[in-house]
């Protein structure tokens, strides 16, 4: 009398490697959808809580305005529809936006470069280093906004002077966590590298850099958030075209939701451009823990 087994179907996970198929990669995309659910959430929460707010206690426009005046103001704003009439919002918030985003884009990729670049060469000069770190920790300590009127004296109005001082403000953090990377690889890792033969130049460029780059993104990330406050302040202090300049025109006319329309377009300048890093931080330092759980 034959018995006949049932296979029994493997619970072990498909090896990536060998199917070719990116299994981290769709457990990936399926948070994606959580994710977005969750700050939309987050977002209705804060609107109902805003409008609970005015219904209950009713404050004066100019102190607490409507979330639906303000929603109402950023679209016209944002589609050139003047808020009001007069020569107040005649070209919208479209051309204001891209004066903000100029010097602030520029500045911080120059302030990131060179920030990079520096910590390079004091992690490839040691004396160099011991020279200069006493220098910067004493500019890190100094706040860079208090430079803004200093700045205006030396360059004048204009888009060099926001764009110098995003270049000062994205510089320091980029360059102490540079720094802190560069200066942070095993020694063991060093040693090996130089015992197969590889010169100064490879070691930087195959051991230490690579070893850097969760350092430098952290840096990266702080100085995109360094570079829009940057630029408003800028603009606060010189004036000019930009959303800041134009804030200060709303203040100026007593048109609160207007600027509370401004202040929901620099939050969301904020979280794309922190959310443009880091998407670059998880894709380009895929083996960091902080990218394996953002995919797992």
Not at 36 to 45: T, Y
Not at 82 to 107: K, N, S, W
Not at 149 to 169: A, D, E, K, M, Y
């Amino acid at each position: 009398m034959s018995t006949s087994t049932v296979p029994q179907q493997s619970t072990t996970r498909p090896d990536p490697a060998r199917t070719g198929r990116p299994v981290g990669r769709r457990f990936a995309l399926r948070g994606r959808p959580r994710t977005f659910l969750s700050l939309l959430g987050s977002v209705v929460l804060g609107l109902g809580i805003w409008q609970l707010v005015v219904w209950r206690f009713r404050p004066p426009s100019f102190i607490l305005p409507a979330p639906a005046d303000v929603i109402t103001d950023l679209v016209r704003g944002l589609i050139l529809i003047p808020i009001q009439e007069g020569p107040l919002h005649r070209r919208g918030y479209l051309q204001p936006l891209l004066e903000t985003l100029q010097p602030m884009v520029v500045g911080y990729l120059v302030g990131a470069g060179l920030a990079i670049a520096v910590a390079v060469a004091l992690a490839w000069v040691p004396a160099l280093d011991r020279l200069i770190l006493p220098l910067i920790t004493a500019f890190q300590s100094l706040p860079k906004i208090a430079l803004a009127p200093l700045f205006v004296v030396w360059f004048g109005f204009g888009v060099s002077f926001r764009t110098l001082l995003v270049i000062t403000v994205v510089f320091f953090p980029v360059l102490i966590n540079a720094r802190a990377g560069l200066y942070g690889v095993e020694e063991g890792r060093i040693r090996m590298a130089k015992v197969f033969g590889a010169s100064p130049w490879k070691v930087m460029w195959k051991v230490r850099l690579p070893s850097a780059l969760p350092f430098i993104f952290t840096g990266l990330e702080l100085g995109v958030i360094y570079a829009l406050l940057g630029t408003i302040v800028a603009e606060f202090t010189a004036g000019g075209e930009g959303l800041g300049a134009r804030m200060l025109t709303l203040q100026y006319a007593n048109l609160v939701s207007g600027m509370f329309s401004i202040l929901i377009i620099f939050a969301l300048i904020g979280a794309v451009s922190h959310a443009l890093v880091s998407f670059a931080h998880k894709r380009v330092v895929f083996w960091s823990p902080e990218s394996k759980g953002s995919s797992g």
